[in-house]
């Protein structure tokens, strides 16, 4: 049964946490897909993942290519995971039904800690997944690092 990490990004960037999300699972063996609800947003993090790659290369490609299947790390919209992936991270207010999360490793929501409207709706997922049996954590980077804030079983 999956679980469901939740971020309130206050210190962090959204494309660094999108990095260090995808790393760790690649690390793990695991794929991941990025779901995003604006297309521009989502070739705005492609360009970044391309264009500031830090220390390490992290592969990549935008949903809707002949290679979908084969992106290590792919961004995209609702809809099926078309590369296999574990992992799931939910950017921007997209959304994955409980039993989805259900049958993946994790599901990582990352919401901007800043935006009341992005804390409401990562509350409102919180609270369908915990009520659906999910196991659930909260992070917080508000303090300089990350901590744990709260974890349902």
Do not use: K
């Amino acid at each position: 049964m999956g679980e469901a990490r939740f971020y309130r990004l206050v210190r962090t960037a959204l494309d660094r946490m999108v990095r260090a999300v995808a790393l760790r699972a690649a690390a793990e063996g695991m794929r991941t897909c990025v779901r995003g609800t604006d297309a521009a947003r989502l070739a705005w993090l492609d360009d970044r993942l391309w264009t500031d790659p830090e220390d390490e290369f992290l592969p990549h490609g935008l949903a809707g290519g002949p290679r979908d299947a084969d992106q290590p790390l792919l961004l995209g919209g609702e809809g099926a995971i078309a590369n296999g992936a574990a992992t799931l991270v939910l950017i921007d207010g997209a959304l994955a039904p409980p039993e989805e999360v259900a049958a993946l490793a994790r599901v990582c929501v990352l919401f901007d800690g800043h935006n009341p409207d992005s804390v409401a709706s990562a509350r409102g997922l919180w609270r369908r997944y915990t009520e659906a049996g999910l196991a659930a954590e909260f992070w917080d980077d508000a303090g300089g690092t990350w901590s744990l804030v709260a974890r349902r079983p």
